[in-house]
């Protein structure tokens, strides 16, 4: 058995190797004094799920976010409460109307392939790639007439009308800047570079096996001089929750994103000596997990009967029992991440059984001879155990006020199927994020326009309410930060008092890496964000 | 040996209406299943649009009519053309070609595994039958073939990879390790001992207990008990004489159940992230990606009736009276 110990050594020897290629290398250039990082490692990240193309502009899925970010260049980077922070563009203004953005690009910008980044390539990416293709682009460039390209370097948006929220969608996450000469005039969607992707971003693509793993290295010609700091990165694939703990404890990767370790297991694993856990780098999700009723069926379309069970639902033991107390409890439709326009001023539910049983009885719903008021099924996001378990816990719940609940369960083709297509269901467990700007993530939960069946994650509840249409397209347009607060706390009240959905928990998803990595969550974005700060402390 | 030859050809024949129904059925199925695949990625994007949906839509052919969308796939297959993954972007046939070698080493390890090992243990247990060691190799080939797969495989992990660290945990190369030759060969060896193992067990189990039967039943009959009296050795006797008798019932099983075992790799490859058809396929059906799922399913109907013709085959290798049967027929 000491195969597997020549077959460490032997992984270690290599990795010594190529360490010191690259220390003799970089000897002809002296470090410069400020850089604090040390350069060198590899940074192996455990993840839950594959990507479905390396090719983020096209889709918003979490495999392909995670890799692509890493590859291209954006405009902006943002700071911890979203403000905009240079990166390919160095400067930029916008006009008192709100209706012109202009940014200055910097010149020394290239493609992994040596093209250089200009103008033409910003344009071409939002114009016929991000606008039409993407699942955000309508939320995030709705708002776009045309863009002007006045020399290579200047890129000027010219707005329909206002658009508020407008500032924040230039992160990499949201707006990677794509290569205008190896898309233009191509089936993009189907695009080879899509697999091989080619950007200007701090990792270069080198390999992606299928069902394996994915490959990034050092971009030596990064535009931001010394960095990054790490030499690889390897995405690998582990979709067992239990393989992926024990890979994470034996060191076999050292960053496990987005819960890969499950919240059964986060506080073992945290202990461990070598161990850290996070729950930052997920502000720009602003995750919110809840319960949404079908308004279509009696009894949910009644509003006492939807508040009864809110009553019924004590937030703080799913909190602390299910979700082992990683979170916070939801006190309003919006998160509390959003903090220039959230606020816990709205109506309540505190846990009261007797509450709920009397709103119960107002309803008409009345107890049978059995206790039994009415029978009635539940369905569940099909995303984890949690779920399952917080649906046992809430047939429980309502089976102490007289509501006998049958729960369904069904794969993701089939709830995605039951909920947004049949709209057979009375209520689901959920979680949808508000996004980097309330008026980016939720619009398409609530504005009646916006319920389109057969589109998951959008308004399943059939809610329809003018005054809320109003508010929301209010507050896209508003660019006074203090009367968009005020738009936006009316728009929580209005929806905590309708109930169309019942906020439980605000999602903290946690990220474990190695305790000698440092730099790991580098801003609202999280596993999102460039990762070119990201460097091994060195022992 | 031409009428070997004439025997198979008539075979694979019969074989190509027997396939032509797994792809109608197949596909039937598939279709019944809830959701679609358009609406699956547009759910995982997290936030779709329905435009966004219809042109995936369109896309997939899926806004062709049921009948239409069959018709296309058979004629796409008679080519040879198992369609394009709506997941994955790329070739179907493609697809498999490069997972299926992955699976058929895990298989092929884990199968010899089990036919060895069975073997040895069955015989080993039917001749020390009624001692402690032929107890004990009965009552571990009870537990070993009541464990659930993933189970047994989470518990190698713990002990071999978490406790005694001597095996990876996962995947099927030291990622980002670049070895070549002799050193890469050594590397996937050692990630291959783990999940080949869980895959095995339940047939090693099986083959155990079948093979102890049937030696007990053999050792009892007349022409073992006339070779023990010519004075042949024992081992001469057990090896030459008796297994190769028992081992028909053995090929029978075997040959069936290496098919099944595209099953059990389902579970494995996913606990041991092994980048196989099994996951593949496993994720299509979570997916609906209906192409990979069809191809993969077509892949493992083949694979069985190849598997059912050399189980044939092996026969008149094992019983010369097979043979002879053959061709008086």
Redesign the interface.
């Known amino acids: 058995m000491t195969g597997n110990g020549r077959r460490t050594t032997w992984t270690r020897f290599t990795l010594a190797a190529v360490a010191g290629v690259i220390s003799a290398l970089s000897l002809a250039a002296p470090p410069s004094l400020e850089a604090q990082a040390q350069r060198g490692g590899v940074l192996r990240m455990g993840a839950t799920i594959e990507p479905t193309t390396l090719n983020h502009g096209l889709t918003s899925q979490l495999g392909a976010s995670m890799i692509g970010t890493k590859i291209f260049g954006s405009l902006l980077e943002y700071d911890w409460d979203f403000v905009p922070k240079p990166s390919v563009a160095e400067k930029w203004e916008v006009s008192p109307d709100g209706l012109r953005y202009t940014f200055h690009l910097r010149k020394d910008v290239t493609f992994h392939d040596g093209k250089p980044l200009t103008a033409s390539d910003v344009k071409f990416s939002v114009l016929n790639v991000l606008k039409p293709l993407h699942p955000r682009g309508p939320a995030n460039y709705g708002a776009v007439d045309d863009i002007d390209t006045p020399n290579p370097h200047t890129v000027v948006f010219k707005l329909k009308y206002p658009y508020a929220p407008f500032i924040r969608v230039f992160q990499v996450s949201e707006s990677p800047i794509l290569p205008r000469h190896i898309y233009e005039g191509s089936d993009i969607r189907n695009n080879p570079a899509n697999a091989k992707p080619v950007g200007s971003g701090p990792f270069v693509f080198k390999e992606w096996v299928k069902g394996s793993h994915v490959i990034l290295e050092r971009n030596p010609s990064y535009f931001k001089k010394g960095q990054p700091h790490l030499d690889r990165i390897v995405y690998q694939v582990i979709p067992d929750q239990a393989t992926r703990v024990a890979a994470f404890e034996t060191g076999q990767v050292d960053l496990v994103p987005y819960t890969g370790i499950p919240n059964l297991e986060a506080n073992r694993i945290k202990q461990l000596p070598n161990a850290t856990m996070t729950t930052r780098g997920y502000e720009s999700q602003a995750l919110i997990m809840w319960l949404e009723f079908n308004l279509r069926k009696s009894p949910l379309s009644d509003v006492r009967v939807r508040r009864a069970i809110a009553h019924a639902i004590d937030k703080n033991f799913v909190l602390l029992n299910i979700w082992f107390g990683i979170g916070k409890v939801a006190t309003g439709p919006m998160s509390s991440v959003h903090r220039a326009f959230y606020t816990p001023e709205v109506p309540q539910y505190p846990y009261s059984l007797d509450r709920a049983n009397q709103l119960l009885d107002e309803a008409g719903l009345k107890r049978g001879a059995d206790g039994v008021r009415v029978k009635i099924t539940q369905d569940f996001i099909p995303y984890g155990e949690e779920y399952v378990r917080l649906a046992e816990y809430i047939r429980e719940q309502l089976k102490k006020v007289g509501i006998d609940v049958t729960t369904r369960s069904s794969d993701t083709p089939g709830w995605f199927n039951r909920i947004w297509t049949q709209y057979d269901f009375n209520w689901t467990s959920n979680f949808v994020g508000n996004l980097t700007d309330p008026s980016i993530g939720m619009p398409r939960y609530y504005v009646s326009s916006l319920a389109k069946q057969g589109v998951p994650f959008t308004n399943s509840m059939d809610y329809k309410n003018p005054e809320i249409d109003k508010l929301f397209e209010q507050a896209a347009r508003e660019l006074n930060e203090g009367k968009r607060a005020a738009v936006f706390h009316q728009i929580q009240r209005i929806l905590a008092t309708d109930l169309p959905v019942l906020p439980i928990l605000e999602l903290q998803p946690t990220t474990f890496y190695r305790k000698d990595l440092e730099d790991v969550v580098a801003g609202p974005f999280g596993n999102y964000e460039s990762f070119d700060r990201m460097y091994w402390k060195k022992k | 040996m031409q009428s070997l030859g004439l025997y198979v050809s008539r075979r694979l024949l019969q074989a190509v209406p027997l396939l032509a129904g797994a792809i109608v059925l197949n596909f039937t199925l598939i279709h019944l299943?809830?959701?679609?695949?358009a609406?699956?990625?547009?759910?995982?994007?997290?936030?779709?649009?329905?435009?966004?949906?219809q042109?995936l839509r369109r896309?997939f052919g899926l806004d062709r009519s049921f009948g239409e969308q069959l018709a296309r796939y058979a004629s796409k297959v008679v080519r040879g053309d198992l369609g394009y993954s709506f997941?994955?972007?790329?070739g179907v046939v493609g697809?498999i070609a490069?997972?299926l070698p992955r699976t058929l080493l895990l298989m092929g390890v884990g199968f010899a595994w089990a036919v060895a090992g069975g073997v040895a243990l069955g015989v080993l247990a039917a001749r020390k039958r009624g001692t402690w060691a032929g107890a004990a190799i009965s009552v571990a080939s009870l537990l070993a073939y009541a464990t659930p797969v993933?189970w047994f495989g989470?518990m190698l992990?713990?002990l071999f990879?978490?406790k005694?660290?001597?095996?990876?945990?996962?995947?099927?190369t030291?990622?980002?390790?670049?070895?070549a030759g002799f050193?890469w060969a050594?590397?996937v060896?050692?990630h291959t001992v783990l999940p080949a193992a869980t895959l095995g067990l339940f047939y090693l189990a099986l083959y155990t207990r079948l093979t102890r039967a049937s030696m007990i039943e053999t050792i009892s009959q007349d022409y073992v008990v006339v070779a023990r009296a010519k004075g042949l050795s024992e081992r001469r006797v057990i090896l030459h004489h008796a297994l190769r008798n028992a081992l028909l019932g053995v090929v029978t099983m075997a040959g069936m159940q290496m098919a099944q075992m595209v099953g059990g790799s389902v579970l494995v490859e996913?606990?041991?992230?092994w980048?196989?058809m099994g996951?593949?396929l496993f994720?299509a059906?979570?997916?609906?990606d209906y192409p990979v799922l069809l191809g993969g399913l077509l892949v493992s109907s083949v694979a069985v009736v190849v598997m059912n013709l050399l189980t044939d085959v092996a026969y008149g290798f094992l019983d010369p009276r097979v043979r002879a049967g053959e061709r008086a027929a």
């Open positions: 299943a809830p959701g679609d695949p609406r699956t990625l547009a759910g995982e994007a997290g936030s779709a649009t329905p435009e966004y949906v042109q896309d997941r994955h972007r790329e697809l490069e997972r993933f989470l992990v713990l990879s978490v005694l660290q001597w095996l990876p945990t996962y995947g099927m030291t990622i980002g390790g670049d070895a050193g050594l590397d060896a050692a996913t606990v041991f992230a980048p196989g996951r593949l994720e059906v979570a997916q609906r």
